[in-house]
């Protein structure tokens, strides 16, 4: 499954791409994934792929990883949290480096 961050409101552009494999959510910067001059490309031959990405281990299977709302964001953070559910919890991820809930 791949989630990208959708809230594009007010002409802000996509943030971040997730895909969800079992305990792992692994997350992309789009921007570095959509410039195909970036460096993790250079030195690739053929189809390419970014290997620039943070992974998120939980302790179950993920069910679901959605980008929350900017509305519902920390007010101190510059962008809105990773929402991650598992069967028995829901938990948020900030990708700004600030600290995550749940």
């Known amino acids: ?9 007010n002409g ?6 997730v895909a969800t494999v079992g305990k792992f959510s692994v997350i992309w910067d ?3 994934v959509k410039n195909s001059a970036h460096e993790c490309y250079r030195s690739q031959q053929g189809l390419k792929s970014c290997y620039c990405y943070k ?11 959605r980008f929350m709302h900017d509305n519902y964001a920390v007010s101190d953070s510059p962008e809105a949290p990773l929402v991650v ?3 028995m919890k829901v938990s948020s991820i900030s990708l700004s ?3 995550s809930r749940g």
């Open 1 to 9: 499954m791949v989630e990208e961050s959708t809230v594009t409101e």
């Open 12 to 17: 802000k552009q996509e943030r971040h791409l």
């Open 30 to 32: 789009f921007q570095q």
């Open 55 to 65: 992974i998120v281990l939980k302790d179950e299977s993920i069910v679901e990883s």
């Open 85 to 87: 559910a598992t069967p």
């Open 97 to 99: 480096g600030k600290r």
